[in-house]
């Protein structure tokens, strides 16, 4: 890296998660703000989050604070909450209540303060949809994972649907990371192929994971680079692995200029990890401490 340290603005919701796994229930904080600011701590890299709270949930900015990610808050009357239940490799989720949504007057102070802008929305509105426009003229850099823009909630259940909104995101994107179903998804909306969709959206990079086989990433000149999941010792939460993935990815291929396949064999380990539950263990996410 640089000698000064470089600095990563994050936007996305900080969540308040009910996870539900077959022989045990816990709370903790979740969401992109968590799961990649801690990421990218652990990686030397400087932190601003975007995020809106409910005045009750304050002690979560604290929690991360302590982390040393700084969170610029906005107000809301809740905060993002979620429930994961995970059966086997089943995993349903719901959100039972979502925060205010994060508007561009909040994060363009930030901009040209930060090296790169990360994108976490978690359903379509959950970021001002007016923002990716806004951000398209800023010349930063952006660095989107479309989980958010490719999900309805009906009935408090979280479903897969492509939003109308995520156009604009990807045209404002350089780079973008789905996993697989997202991936078809978007394809079969578009009915593009996979150069298609590249070139429609003028996409630099475009990282697709396939949990334990693996992945792939294209690149703008048309090449793809295939990677191997790496092996978990165990699957104790999946929770924020795709996060912690990307966010370490990112560090990898912008910060460090590491080559696309070593980037993503680096990033993979560490995802395994986060599965494991010893990368960003229980510890740092527990509301109640």
Known sequence: MNQRQNRIGIVGSITMDDIELTDRHYRKVGGVVAYAGLTYRRHGLSVLGISNLARQDSRIKSKLAAHGIEIICGKSKQTTHFVNRQNGPRRDQMMTQTARKIEFKQIQPIIGVVDGLHLGPLHPLDIDPQTYL?????????????????????DRQVCTAVSKHLASGLRTAHIIKANGRENQAMLDFYQLNLSEFMHRFKIEEYVVTLGSNGGFVLTGLGDKIDYNAAASSAVEDPTGAGDVFFAAYIVNRFFEQIQIREACQSAAKVAARQVAGTYIPFSQLNPDT
Request: proline share 0%; aromatic share 4%.
């Open 134 to 154: 806004m951000l398209k003229n800023s010349n930063q850099k952006i660095f989107l994972d479309v989980q958010g823009l490719i999900r309805k909630i009906v």
